[in-house]
């Protein structure tokens, strides 16, 4: 595809003038338009410095078509497949302040599903601290030999920029070295000034390690052309700098051998290792690259390979940070996944996941459906409150005891459950509930000399139970205030005018608070995004009839539900 000069960014046009060097190359994808804004995007940020303004600078000769080179490379369909690719060179755009700016607006709509690459090729430098050891920078097309601090750009500046970028994935390659020395026959990128060589004169072995670089964040990969104290060189023969040149070559021609694995895929590791071992042997040991990474389970970043197949393989990514999931253990179909918090990579698709705390205990379990390059969260499994969760459920309860012929001995139940109204741990489930229960008919109470009368009786109450997590179910006491309530007929003897005895009735109302403790067993299990729950308790409560002191048990059963598996 054929690079343009206008930015695919907003405010880029700021440097997308030909002369500034700055080239946009965006490829539009079906369904573009805000359709797939929220789509996972590769954005690519190649700067090349080659002219300097300070005379003490060197010209060199291939960063440029190093940016150039690549950028080609990433930009291919067949290849990196980069959405957008964005190559700065030219001494008006690679000044400090045009890096700067160019960073600035290639990543201002950077989201949590994109891929970010920088590479920069050009000079080097260090400057030695006698507290903070080596520092590394890199220079831009103004910077002065004489004043790095000043006028370079820190490679921490650089590792702090990509390491803070939202995008999933993120790859820092840096094709320049520091140290100053002179590469032999082939051309090095590097320079020291005068107050610095003269410290390394003096020094015994190496310049002191720099202490201060920024250790690498998880799915991040940097890619160094030297070690620190060595050369990184380019050669006319291969007509890039010789890191770079194996790289590409790792992407295109040699990506047979780059890759490892065999999956028609190069990721950012394999295309490191090919290039280093190559380099390696072409300058006879004198550069040795190096590299961090931290690629976090199956989480790959890949640079080239078959676009179906870079789709297919591209892992969606599951994540926890949550102090409550702290010593959580994720499954995914039932295979057990590691441990949070961090990063899981899972294949695209429907599956079913499942957190378990270090006893067991099921503290979330759900099915879901995840794109290629989808995050997901593990904390959306929970809601707020830690599996907060309202069920209704219908149920009987049975009556039994020196109370019961006052009551109807089954009655129908109507409960509401807040399971977890708050998180205490792991191990235990607190329920608070809310039931009530009754019914009409006759009662082994009311006997003659009228006969049965019918009796609605019942109660309601309200209560907490505390429960011992075990996988699916949980089991403790209960607590209740309870109100027992009879409505019915009474009946009284009246004597009549010729001294016969008539009964009449009345309606009496009969109401009394109480206690009620007991223990509570409680199952939940989640079907699709539903949330099912069985409960069976017994409680015990004393009751006063007719100024006697009696006690009856209750023994009930429900089977709840919730619109939401979330628990």
């Known amino acids: 595809m054929t690079p343009l000069l206008a930015s695919a960014f907003a405010g880029l046009s700021l440097l997308s003038s030909a002369s500034a060097g700055v080239v946009s190359a965006d490829r539009s994808r079906d369904g573009a338009g805000g359709a797939d804004v929220w789509e996972p995007r590769r954005v690519a940020v190649l700067i ?127 094709d320049t070295c520091h140290n100053g020395r002179d590469a032999g026959s082939l051309s090095g990128r590097s320079a020291v000034n005068d107050p610095t060589a003269q410290l390394l004169a003096g020094l015994r072995g190496e310049a002191p390690a720099p202490r201060s670089l920024r250790a690498v964040s998880e799915s991040e990969a940097r890619l160094f052309a030297a070690q620190y104290h060595q050369p990184a060189m380019e050669d006319p023969a291969l007509e890039n700098g010789v890191y770079t040149h194996f790289l590409l070559d790792a992407l295109t021609t040699g990506k047979n051998d780059a890759d490892l694995d065999r999956d028609g895929l190069v990721d950012v590791v394999e295309a490191h290792d090919y290039a280093r071992d190559h380099t390696i042997r072409h300058t006879g040991g004198i550069q040795v690259p190096r590299a961090e990474y931290r690629i976090v389970g199956h989480e790959e970043i890949y640079l080239s390979g078959d676009p179906s197949r870079r789709s297919s393989a591209e892992q969606a990514l599951l994540t926890a940070c949550d102090e409550i999931l702290s010593k959580a253990r994720l499954l995914v179909d039932g295979t057990p996944r590691g441990a949070m918090p961090g990063l899981t990579a899972i294949d695209p698709g429907r599956h ?200 009856m048990w209750h023994h009930g059963v429900s089977l709840a539900w919730a619109p939401s598996a979330q628990r």
């Open 48 to 174: 090349g410095v080659q002219d300097y303004s300070d005379p003490t600078l060197n010209g060199l000769k291939f960063p440029e078509k190093d940016a150039r080179d690549l950028g080609d490379v990433l930009q291919a369909e067949d290849v990196g497949g980069f959405d957008h690719v964005f190559v700065i060179s030219g001494a008006a755009s690679t000044t400090a302040e045009g890096i700067r700016r160019a960073l600035a607006v290639a990543t201002a709509d950077l989201q949590r599903d994109d891929t970010f690459f920088l590479y920069l090729s050009g000079h080097g430098t260090l400057t030695i601290d006698p507290r903070e050891g080596s520092k590394l920078w890199f220079l831009p097309s103004d910077a002065r030999l004489a004043n790095p601090e000043d006028t370079g750009i820190a490679i921490a500046e650089l590792e702090n920029l990509v390491n803070a970028q939202p995008a999933r994935r993120r790859v820092l390659v840096m």
């Open 352 to 551: 079913r996941l499942e957190l378990q705390d270090a006893s067991g205990a099921v503290l979330a379990r759900k099915t879901v459906h995840l794109d290629a390059g989808a995050t997901l969260p593990i904390e959306t499994l929970l809601d707020g409150t830690r599996g907060s969760q309202v069920t209704i459920g219908l149920g009987t309860v049975s009556h039994h005891g020196a109370a019961q012929p006052w009551f109807h001995a089954v009655t129908p139940e109507l409960e509401l459950q807040w399971l977890e109204p708050v998180h205490l741990s792991s191990r235990w489930r607190p329920v608070f509930h809310v039931r009530t229960d009754g019914w009409r008919g006759t009662v082994g109470e009311q006997g003659d000399p009228a006969g049965s009368l019918p009796i609605t009786a019942g109660s309601t109450a309200t209560g907490l139970s505390l429960g011992l997590r075990w996988k699916d179910w949980s089991l403790g006491p209960q607590g209740e205030l309870l109100i027992p309530w009879r409505v019915f007929e009474d009946y009284g003897a009246t004597e009549t005018l010729d001294d016969s005895t008539a009964l009449e009735t009345s309606t009496r109302r009969q109401m009394q608070a109480t206690a009620a403790v007991g223990g509570r067993l409680l199952w939940t299990r989640a079907v699709g995004d539903q949330v099912f729950a069985l409960r069976a308790d017994s409680r015990w409560a004393p009751y006063t009839v007719d100024t006697t002191r009696l006690g």
